[in-house]
């Protein structure tokens, strides 16, 4: 589903080799279709997707629930422990080849504990697949999983604390936000904290501005996934620009899901001019057909950032992340001195 015209070969040329940074990537989402494929094949197959290309039909969704059902139906070709090594090396090759640089990526693991997968055995083939892979760096974010509830993601960060060696450095909360509210999670996010973790929390993505405000005063979480609906609360977009809470906003994957009916109704260009911390990423790009030059994209010719702005939230993602202050200046003087960085 096209949003936009493809821009000439020089304009596309400086936005997929521009360097790049992501903070919201689920690595479930995040499969390269043929290698979505291959897992299809390798578990029998699904009569209702006879082909490579029936299967990229399969990632159209009526609304936010059909979505959230076909999330659940692709992970019906994760079922052992090597097939999280294949997705992680693929995704990270991927990546790579965007130009992505340094990425903190979601992984889901209450999700496959129905496959017998225990959550440390998950992290670690994640990382080992990740490690083939040269020229980018992927941290892990635990993604405990609303609708699995608060007794399972306590269980779930206790087990991932154990292999936080392979790079796990946050948690992240994602789900069904209008059936699981974010009070129900404060032990665990708590917890949490005290374990060293960064957090992170899907939030005004599929329920309202309260979503959002529970994400803070419950979960005193550092960043917001989406947070489209805090403008529904004029006090709290005050907040949020005051306090500089970073937004993890996905354009296209709110558009692909209907929580925008319209591009053009999308708040990004909105919280950039109040001066919220606003970064771009893509979210599920196997399941939205999106990359990040496309968001860059969007942002330039429906959003009218100029390339300056657009430059700022690159940094935004730089300055937004869970890198030691050290590796974020090294990182931005390292964007700042790409030769594809300047080209105006």
Not at 57 to 84: P, S, V
Request: aromatic share 8%; proline share 5%; hydrophobic share 40%.
């Amino acid at each position: 589903m096209p949003v936009v015209a493809r821009p000439s070969a020089s304009e596309a040329s400086w936005l997929e080799r521009l360097p790049k940074i992501e903070l919201h990537l689920h690595l479930e989402g995040a499969i390269p279709l043929d290698a979505l494929w291959e897992l299809v094949i390798k578990y029998g197959g699904d009569p209702d997707v006879p082909s490579l290309a029936t299967l990229a039909d399969r990632f159209a969704y009526r609304d936010f629930e059909h979505f959230i059902q076909t999330w659940h139906w692709k992970n019906r070709f994760l079922r052992e422990y090597e097939d999280f090594a294949f997705i992680a090396r693929r995704v990270g090759e991927d990546l790579a080849s965007q130009g992505v640089r340094y990425a903190e990526v979601f992984v889901s693991p209450p999700d496959f504990e129905r496959y017998g997968l225990e959550p440390q055995g998950l992290v670690a083939q994640i990382r080992s697949g990740l490690d083939d892979v040269a020229g980018i760096h992927v941290a892990l974010v635990a993604d405990l999983v609303r609708d699995t509830g608060p007794e399972q993601a306590d269980r779930t960060l206790e087990r991932v604390s154990e292999v936080r060696d392979c790079g796990v450095i946050g948690i992240g909360l994602g789900g069904s936000e209008h059936e699981h509210p974010a009070a129900r999670f404060k032990e665990v996010f708590a917890k949490a904290r005290r374990l060293g973790f960064r957090t992170s929390a899907h939030a005004g993505e599929a329920a309202g501005a309260e979503s959002i405000r529970g994400a803070l005063e419950s979960l005193k979480v550092e960043r917001l996934g989406h947070a489209v609906s805090a403008e529904e609360d004029t006090i709290l977009l005050e907040q949020l620009a005051e306090w500089q809470i970073p937004l993890e906003m996905c354009p296209l994957s709110n558009l692909r899901t209907g929580v925008v009916a319209a591009i053009e109704d999308h708040p990004v260009r909105r919280y950039f001019e109040r001066g919220l911390l606003v970064t771009v990423n893509t979210d599920d790009p196997l399941m939205f057909g999106n990359s990040l030059a496309d968001e860059y994209r969007l942002l330039e010719t429906r959003f009218g950032f100029s390339r300056e702005e657009v430059r700022e939230v690159i940094i935004n993602g730089i300055r937004a992340s869970w890198m030691t202050e050290e590796k974020k200046e090294q990182m931005e003087a390292a964007f700042r001195a790409d030769p594809c960085w300047r080209s105006d």
